[in-house]
């Protein structure tokens, strides 16, 4: 499992130590024993030629494994250091599909809002486009072919403890933390391996 990429303090006061503590820790790794224990179930039924839980074990790895990847994005996509905004090749894809910066926050808060998981920022290579997705649960709401490059937790153990019902303001400050640099290697990462 990845560890943080910064103290657990250190993204205080947005994301308190006690909040990164139990996300990090609890439910996170939560996520990864989840999909370590579907590949076992997985693995002994092909073992033993049974498929008869084939259904469940499919959910649970589908839950856990999109929960894993959005969290490791989510820690990596933020930084003590963050804010600002992006630039170069990034800001520029990003007028080009929103009409400007601000459109862009303006749309993804909105799907913060909206979402009972996960607001992301994905790149979609067949249609060449970036686009907003709000997200319930991990993967409800998922787009094949499309690859986040910024996610943001709006699951309520995110933010309930710091900021109780005002998940706005979590968002507002989650956003100020965002490491541009991280989030356009992600999308230079996809827009090279695909055009
Ligand atoms: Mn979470």
Same mark, same amino acid.
């Given at each position: %499992?990845?560890?943080l990429?910064?103290? +657990?303090?250190?993204?205080?006061? /947005?994301i308190?130590?006690?909040? %990164?503590? #139990?996300h990090?820790d609890?439910?996170?790794?939560?996520?990864?024993?989840?999909v370590?224990?579907?590949?076992e179930? !997985?693995?002994?039924?092909?073992?033993?030629?049974?498929?008869s839980?084939t259904g469940?074990? !499919? $959910?649970?790895?589908t839950?856990?494994?999109?929960?894993?990847?959005?969290?490791? %994005?989510? #820690?990596n996509?933020?930084s003590?250091?963050g804010g600002?905004?992006?630039?170069?090749?990034?800001m520029?894809?990003?007028?080009? $599909?929103?009409?400007?910066?601000e459109? #862009?926050?303006?749309?993804?808060?909105?799907? /913060?809002?909206s979402?009972?998981?996960w /607001?992301?920022?994905? +790149?979609?290579?067949?249609?060449?486009?970036?686009?907003n997705?709000?997200?319930d649960?991990h993967?409800?709401?998922?787009? #094949?072919? /499309?690859?986040?490059i910024?996610?943001? $937790?709006?699951?309520?153990?995110?933010?309930y403890?710091? +900021?109780?019902p $005002?998940?706005?303001?979590?968002?507002?400050?989650?956003?100020?933390l965002?490491?541009?640099?991280?989030v356009?290697?992600n999308f230079m990462? %996809?827009f090279?391996?695909?055009?």
């Open positions: %499992m990845v560890e990429p910064y103290e +657990y303090d250190a993204l205080e006061p /947005a308190s130590e006690q909040v %990164m503590t #139990w990090h609890t439910h996170h790794q939560g996520y990864v024993n989840g370590n224990s579907a590949e179930g !997985l693995e002994a039924q092909r073992e033993e030629g049974d498929f839980d469940s074990l !499919l $959910d649970q790895f839950h856990n494994f999109c929960g894993n990847v959005l969290h490791e %994005m989510f #820690w996509n933020l003590p250091n600002g905004r992006p630039e170069g090749e990034l520029e894809k990003i007028e080009e $599909d929103f009409g400007s910066y459109n #862009w926050r303006e749309e993804f808060k909105a799907a /913060a809002s979402a009972s998981g /607001a992301l920022l994905v +790149y979609i290579p067949y249609t060449d486009e970036l686009h997705v709000a997200v649960d993967d409800d709401g998922a787009v #094949w072919g /499309a690859h986040p910024l996610a943001v $937790d709006v699951w309520e153990h995110s933010y403890h710091d +900021y109780g $005002d998940r706005g303001e979590f968002v507002e400050n989650v956003l100020d965002v490491d541009w640099n991280d356009h290697e990462d %996809m090279e391996k695909f055009n």
